[in-house]
């Protein structure tokens, strides 16, 4: 009777792995499949090397730079906050806070994350805008710079959080070695807690960037919808994810080539994610071993 048991559990819990499993592979199927058939009409390489695009347009050209460049240029800009801001406030908490102040902050923080992405781009769109007008008054009503910003403030949490987890993982007898050497506090924290938890961290850090890459609502409303090939954050931009959500919304007739873009645009994004990912699980094995 506890081997039946066992069994079951083992089956349950395999059965609940397989779904993750299943479901990514469905995701893969259906983007191939339309996918190919949006390359029977289109050239690869003028999609892959192009730069304009234009599918909704009377004179139609299918070259994916301009979202690609939009969608980098938002995280560029999201990781330049969250990544100094992230781990400052990580180094903070675990070196600096007593765990009282600590059980408040860390909940709070992760608040952040929390907060719908429909409100974060409005925030960006009528307050961070505004202000920045200000101070630049050649920066358009819809920009990469007050999305990209909104961004990185909503990406903190991932930062801070799995990076105060990895320093808080390092052994307590480096941090007193270190104190015995006669280290500060602050180079304790950052010339030898940071450099051991580099794996947590790095991780932390394209785990964020892959958050960034994949935003849509802040950047559909805040950043506008005109796909240029440029790196100038005071511009309009348009990203992968605006696009796919702009064409999904039911204008474009389906199964036409216009609606198999999305696809397409779909299976670079994920193609761009599934990079990062083994980017931070290479990272991550690396320096695993170099200080193990």
Request: charged letters at 15%.
């Amino acid at each position: 009777m506890q081997k039946i048991k066992e069994k079951s559990i083992e089956a349950f819990l395999i059965l609940c792995a397989s779904i993750t499993v299943f479901t990514t592979l469905g995701i893969i199927v259906i983007l191939s499949i339309e996918t190919f058939q949006f390359f029977r009409e289109v050239s690869v390489f003028e999609f892959f090397t192009g730069t304009e695009w234009t599918p909704l347009f009377a004179i139609k050209k299918y070259g994916i730079l301009p979202l690609v460049a939009g969608t980098l240029l938002t995280t560029l800009i999201a990781i330049a906050v969250a990544l100094p801001l992230g781990l400052t406030i990580a180094v903070y908490l675990n070196e600096y806070a007593d765990q009282r102040l600590k059980a408040v902050i860390k909940p709070l923080l992760e608040i952040l994350a929390a907060i719908p992405t429909v409100v974060y781009g409005f925030f960006a769109l009528t307050f961070v805008t505004p202000v920045l007008q200000k101070i630049i008054p050649s920066l358009s009503g819809f920009n990469a710079l007050s999305a990209g910003l909104v961004m990185g403030v909503m990406i903190i949490p991932y930062v801070s959080s799995l990076s105060e987890d990895a320093l808080s993982a390092v052994p307590k007898s480096l941090r007193e070695a270190a104190y015995g050497m006669g280290s500060t506090r602050l180079q304790t924290a950052f010339k030898v807690m940071l450099p051991a938890a580099s794996s947590g961290v790095i991780v932390s850090v394209i785990l964020a960037i892959s958050r960034a890459i994949g935003e849509t609502m802040i950047v559909a409303v805040a950043a506008g919808q005109e796909p240029k090939f440029t790196f100038n954050p005071l511009q309009s931009i348009e990203t992968i994810t605006t696009y796919i959500v702009q064409v999904s919304m039911g204008d474009v007739p389906q199964n036409s080539l216009e609606f198999r873009s999305i696809f397409a645009a779909g299976i670079t994004l994920f193609g761009l994610t599934f990079i990062l990912n083994n980017i931070s699980y290479w990272m991550k094995q690396k320096y695993q071993q170099k200080y193990e």
